[in-house]
């Protein structure tokens, strides 16, 4: 009865810990989110602080305050020359909405028309009528959501000043991390960081270069064809790249729907330079940034994307494919214990 009681109090006591814990990262998930931004920044900046320590013979705390300014000065470029483009680019783009809904409006009822003697299902018909009034609704949201742009100037000051002092303290963290751990499993502790710092670390440096690379591609091979908000397009597409195997095919609906218009180019035209940029980034980009960090299949890739959308957005899709990685890595530390050894000898 004794042990009953014990082991029932442990399992209660342990779903009121999930529940805690689920609760206490909802009420924090705006914190969280930009810590985990601000790490994402800090291990991108982190290779070029020891470097520049090591080229110049520099102190620590010197090398913080050049990479930091280097990424403010970075930004302010980026902001000043690519936000005044986007901007005039994205007014002109729901000025223009009625136009492309309209084309839109005269395909959808067409198709409507061509599903009339087949075997489809009336709601099917129904959503491929409304969806124009989908698309409204999207571009409601999108003016609504413009006005949380002061809201997100917030946000990225806060992040700019977690990025510095994480930066500044990063190796320190590190540390102090591992001394938390007894003695004897400080050498298991320092792999468990090898393999977040190989999975996160090298994944998040090595997107960043491929999701740039094809986003300018992106931007002047629409640019070159004739495309109208090709900047626009090809941000998005560098951006949504970031997201493995689905985010290429989200970043090719906005363009493949704006080249319905006849004043831009054949949608035959567009989907065979999204796909032949993707071929570009499957054969040679990925392969040589990345190399072998995603050890990955690509079934548990798309479901791990989806649930970390599902959890926490586009953050969460980002982050979903280096944090499965380092899972899988611990994973393997741990089928190469004591423990699971003895429990497949027996």
């Not at 609760?23 to 994402?40: D, E, M, Q, R, V």
Request: glycine residues 6%; proline residues 4%; contains cysteine.
């Amino acid at each position: 009865m004794d042990k009953n009681w014990y082991l029932l109090t442990r399992i209660v006591g342990l779903i009121v810990f999930i529940a805690a814990a689920a609760w206490l990262i909802n009420s924090l998930a705006w914190l969280i989110g930009l810590i985990l931004i601000s790490i994402i920044i800090v291990y991108i900046l982190y290779p070029i602080l020891l470097w520049i320590k090591e080229k110049f013979k520099i102190k620590h705390g010197l090398a913080t305050v050049l990479v930091f300014i280097i990424f403010l000065l970075l930004c302010t470029f980026v902001l000043s020359l690519v936000i005044p483009v986007i901007i005039y680019e994205t007014s002109e783009l729901i000025d223009a909405f009625p136009h492309y809904a309209g084309r839109l409006q005269v395909y959808l009822s067409w198709l409507s028309q061509q599903t009339i003697n087949l075997d489809i299902e009336e709601e099917v018909r129904g959503y491929l009528v409304n969806l124009t009034d989908n698309l409204n609704l999207a571009v409601e949201y999108i003016a609504e959501a413009s006005m949380s742009l002061i809201g997100g100037a917030v946000d990225f000051i806060l992040v700019l000043f977690l990025v510095f002092y994480l930066l500044y303290d990063f190796k320190a963290v590190r540390e102090q991390l591992i001394e938390l751990v007894p003695l004897a499993k400080r050498p298991l502790a320092e792999e468990i960081l090898l393999i977040i710092d190989t999975n996160a670390g090298t994944f998040i440096r090595g997107s960043l270069i491929r999701c740039t690379i094809v986003g300018i591609v992106t931007g002047v091979a629409l640019a070159i064809v004739g495309m109208p908000y090709a900047l626009l397009l090809g941000m998005l597409a560098g951006i949504f790249n970031f997201i493995l195997y689905i985010g290429p095919y989200i970043a090719a609906v906005p363009a493949v729907l704006l080249s319905i218009s006849p004043l831009t180019p054949s949608p035959l035209i567009v989907i065979i330079l999204y796909v032949l940029i993707q071929v570009l980034d499957g054969m040679f980009l990925a392969p040589i940034v990345l190399g072998r960090i995603v050890k990955l299949k690509p079934f548990t890739v798309i479901v791990v994307i989806l649930a970390g959308g599902r959890l926490a957005g586009l953050l969460g899709m980002i982050l979903a494919v280096p944090a499965a990685g380092i899972v899988k890595g611990i994973v393997e530390i741990i089928k190469r214990g004591p423990a699971y050894m003895e429990n497949e000898e027996n």
